[in-house]
């Protein structure tokens, strides 16, 4: 039973990224999605969450209008699309499945994925 997180690399300034994070050994569409990610030296952030019917919320001030998030239930795959990248977004990404409605609580999220990569350089 576990969560992946897939998609981070290495990407200039104002390119476009999509993460995925596959769920496996459990309906995900059961759960819903957060999305978090951990700078170096800093704290970890809430990012978003779309939820069991697809409703979204976007809680990281800095992404709104570059950030869209999807899922996909026959994949069990939830998706997050970030376009215009700064340096400031590099961070290891994160996705955790709460049985529960979208929070910004990190502790309500049961399962968590080893996080992805994502570095933002020119």
């Known amino acids: 039973v576990q969560l992946q997180a897939s998609g981070g690399g290495l990407v200039q300034p104002g390119d476009s990224l999509r993460l995925s994070c596959v769920a496996s050994?459990?309906?995900?569409?059961?759960?819903?999605i957060g999305w978090f990610r951990q700078a170096p030296g800093k704290e970890r952030e809430k990012m978003s969450c779309?939820?069991?019917?697809?409703?979204?919320?976007l809680w990281a001030a800095s992404m709104k209008g570059r950030v869209t998030f999807s899922r996909d239930f026959t994949k069990n795959t939830a998706y997050l699309q970030m376009n215009s990248l700064t340096p400031e977004d590099t961070a290891i990404y994160l996705c955790?499945?709460?049985?529960?409605?979208?929070?910004?609580?990190?502790?309500?999220?049961?399962?968590w994925g080893p996080g992805t990569q994502v570095t933002v350089s020119s």
């Open positions: 955790a499945a709460t049985n529960s409605d979208c929070s910004g609580d990190a502790s309500q999220y049961r399962r």
């Open positions: 050994g459990f309906t995900s569409g059961d759960y819903s």
């Open positions: 779309i939820n069991q019917k697809g409703d979204t919320i």
